[in-house]
């Protein structure tokens, strides 16, 4: 049974930081992709970051320069570190898995919430 659980949400300050983790069981974590999403109410599910098994990233303009993923597959997880939040930020955040970085992830978390106060 594959599970991703991710942790390390809360409410912090505009300002502050946040990290995320999505703990992997169940699959080969090296043979996957790793996406960070995001959902806020009313608003679509967007993808904020992505880490290839060779490492590479990609992030959204929003987070640029803010956030950065990361991932230690001897513990089969993934992390977002989040720095220099903004209200915005606040939302649902999900860890997936896909095979490659373009393809649809084939798992997904339960998610975690960031509040961000003004």
């Known amino acids: 049974q594959v599970q991703l659980v991710e942790s390390g949400g809360g409410l912090v300050q505009a300002g502050g930081s946040l990290r995320l983790s999505c703990a992997a069981s169940?699959?080969?974590?090296?043979?996957?992709?790793m996406g960070w999403y995001r959902q806020a109410p009313g608003k679509q599910r967007e993808l904020v970051a992505l880490?290839?098994?060779?490492?590479?990233?990609n992030y959204a303009d929003t987070v640029k320069g803010r956030f950065t993923i990361s991932r230690v597959n001897a513990k089969n997880t993934v992390y977002l570190q989040m720095n220099s939040l903004k209200p915005e930020d606040t939302a649902v955040y999900y860890c997936d898995a896909r095979r490659t970085r373009v393809a649809t992830p084939d798992y997904w978390g339960q998610g975690t919430q960031v509040t961000v106060s003004s």
């Open positions: 169940g699959i080969i974590f090296s043979l996957y992709a």
């Open positions: 880490i290839t098994t060779g490492g590479s990233t």
